[in-house]
């Protein structure tokens, strides 16, 4: 039986937004997934936790952001109890071994990689692709953790070839600039999460149910 390939977007999705979903749709086009989950963390602490929307709340924005699409939105990270991505990617990659993963991410996020904990663990487990975002490209190449990553990197046009490769791996991939971000979606409607409290949402991964205000502290 073949296995599913399944890329994975972390982040705070405070809230979920067009992008995110311009993004992964584009990914997965790229890389040829089956299908795209959103980890949506409990929290954020390079981030801070001011301003931060309850659990439930960032979820449903999630849900609204993936509707009709092979984007499926989780919060399995509070369900595994993981702290750190580097164990959140070790605990699905033995719970779901007939799924092969890649660790999609925008380029600022290469910028603080190296604060991660056990950066070089995540890249040692599965592979990682790196989209380009505005105003970062120049600068992710010259990311601290690129310093390590490089000698990994895999030309952009193998990227449908990433089931066969071993990591480390890393590829990077170009993106039209897209403006949309949840910074910019805050500052315009502060209060945004107030129409989804009291919502309970169901997981589409774990099919849990995610109640309410539902908060803990997760690391990168």
Same mark, same amino acid.
């Given at each position: 039986?073949?296995?599913?390939? @399944?890329?994975?977007?972390?982040?705070?999705?405070? /809230?979920?937004?067009?992008?995110?979903?311009?993004?992964?749709?584009?990914?997965?086009?790229?890389?040829?997934?089956?299908?795209?989950?959103?980890?949506?963390?409990?929290?954020?602490? *390079?981030?801070?936790?001011?301003?931060?929307?309850?659990?439930?709340?960032?979820?449903?924005?999630?849900?609204?952001?993936?509707?009709?699409?092979?984007?499926? /939105?989780?919060?399995?990270?509070?369900?595994?109890?993981?702290?750190?991505?580097?164990?959140?990617?070790?605990?699905?990659?033995?719970?779901? /071994?007939?799924?092969?993963?890649?660790?999609?991410?925008?380029?600022?996020?290469?910028?603080?990689?190296?604060?991660?904990?056990?950066?070089?663990?995540?890249?040692? @487990?599965?592979?990682?692709?790196?989209?380009?975002?505005?105003?970062?490209?120049?600068?992710? !190449?010259?990311?601290?953790?690129?310093?390590?990553?490089?000698?990994?990197?895999?030309?952009?046009? !193998?990227?449908?070839?990433?089931?066969?490769?071993? /990591?480390?791996?890393?590829?990077?991939?170009?993106?039209?600039?897209?403006?949309?971000?949840? @910074?910019?979606?805050?500052?315009?409607?502060?209060?945004?999460?107030?129409?989804?409290?009291?919502?309970?949402?169901?997981?589409?991964? @774990?099919?849990? *149910?995610?109640?309410?205000?539902?908060?803990?502290?997760?690391?990168?």
């Amino acid at each position: 039986m073949q296995s599913s390939t @399944t890329g994975l977007l972390g982040g705070s999705f405070n /809230p979920a937004h067009a992008g995110h979903r311009a993004i992964s749709l584009f990914a997965m086009k790229a890389l040829g997934l089956d299908e795209m989950w959103w980890l949506v963390s409990p929290g954020n602490p *390079l981030k801070g936790e001011s301003g931060m929307a309850p659990l439930s709340a960032r979820l449903a924005s999630a849900e609204r952001q993936a509707r009709r699409s092979r984007i499926r /939105p989780t919060a399995i990270e509070q369900r595994l109890g993981t702290r750190y991505t580097a164990d959140t990617v070790k605990k699905l990659v033995r719970r779901y /071994p007939k799924r092969r993963f890649i660790w999609i991410m925008g380029a600022d996020n290469l910028l603080q990689f190296h604060q991660w904990r056990r950066w070089r663990d995540i890249s040692r @487990t599965i592979p990682i692709a790196v989209i380009a975002r505005p105003g970062y490209d120049h600068a992710a !190449h010259a990311a601290v953790a690129m310093g390590w990553l490089r000698r990994f990197v895999r030309p952009a046009s !193998h990227k449908t070839r990433w089931t066969d490769w071993r /990591p480390p791996a890393l590829v990077l991939l170009r993106f039209r600039p897209d403006p949309r971000s949840a @910074t910019l979606l805050r500052q315009a409607n502060p209060n945004w999460h107030l129409d989804m409290n009291g919502r309970v949402q169901r997981d589409r991964v @774990t099919r849990f *149910l995610v109640k309410a205000k539902e908060v803990n502290c997760q690391n990168p």
